[in-house]
């Protein structure tokens, strides 16, 4: 069966540097990956979609790498704030039609400390 | 503001007795999404639905059952709850369906069960 793995539970940054999150997929072949951000008590708010053909999607300081080869997509973001601290989720879409099914990653705890 | 509302924010109830969450979607979004969010466990996609129809199915337990309405608004039944269900049930909608496109959560029913 699919599953998503993000590599790592949580992570923690220097202000400034670029947060680097991984999510690693086996099996089916997403044809849209999406990457959300959740914080404590609220629901995923979606950040960015890349699709099977794309390599790269940017969206202001976030970026997303999609390599279908090595079966995982990147995110980023760049020039990181104390704002940024969330836990953000990759998830992938089993089925290329309007029926979705979509997998969750477990996510990745991110904390940008001053 | 993701323009997906539900009700109750939270929801105490006892082992045995069943309960009905509510969701309505963003305005114009056919395809509404269930999914339960526990300590343990990630986002679990449970149901969902497009245009009133049942679209796609998850992990979704014989004791939840939901539907969608001609106003497209959802309601997720759990029955004969037990102490494990406790958890934040989590709506999304999106216009049509399918990975291509980004979902809209609500902010979530946390449900206790005691």
């Known amino acids: 069966s699919q599953k998503i793995e993000q590599n790592s539970e949580a992570l923690n940054i220097q202000e400034g540097k670029t947060a680097t999150l991984t999510c690693n997929y086996t099996?089916?072949?997403?044809?849209?990956l999406q990457w959300y951000r959740q914080d404590p008590g609220r629901g995923p708010v979606f950040l960015l979609l890349i699709r099977e053909n794309e390599k790269e999607k940017r969206k202001e300081r976030l970026k997303v790498t999609f390599d279908t080869t090595l079966k995982q997509s990147l995110f980023h973001i760049t020039a990181s704030q104390p704002a940024d601290s969330a836990t953000y989720l990759c998830a992938l879409d089993m089925y290329r039609s309007s029926a979705s099914k979509i997998i969750f990653g477990s996510g990745t705890r991110l904390s940008i400390r001053p | 503001d993701s323009g997906v509302t539900q009700t109750p924010k939270h929801l105490i109830t006892a082992t045995g007795q069943r309960v009905t969450l509510r969701c309505s979607p963003r305005s114009g979004d056919l395809s509404v999404y269930w999914y339960q969010q526990s300590l343990d466990q990630g986002l679990q996609f449970l149901i969902q639905?497009?245009?009133?129809?049942?679209?796609a199915k998850g992990n979704i337990l014989e004791r939840f059952s939901a539907q969608q309405f001609p106003d497209l608004h959802s309601e997720l039944n759990l029955s004969s709850l037990e102490l494990g269900d406790s958890a934040l049930y989590f709506c999304?909608?999106?216009?049509?369906?399918?990975?291509?496109?980004?979902?809209?959560f609500g902010d979530g029913t946390r449900l206790s069960i005691l």
């Open positions: 099996n089916y072949s997403p044809a849209y």
């Open positions: 639905y497009y245009n009133g129809e049942e679209r």
């Open positions: 999304a909608s999106s216009a049509t369906g399918g990975g291509r496109q980004p979902q809209h």
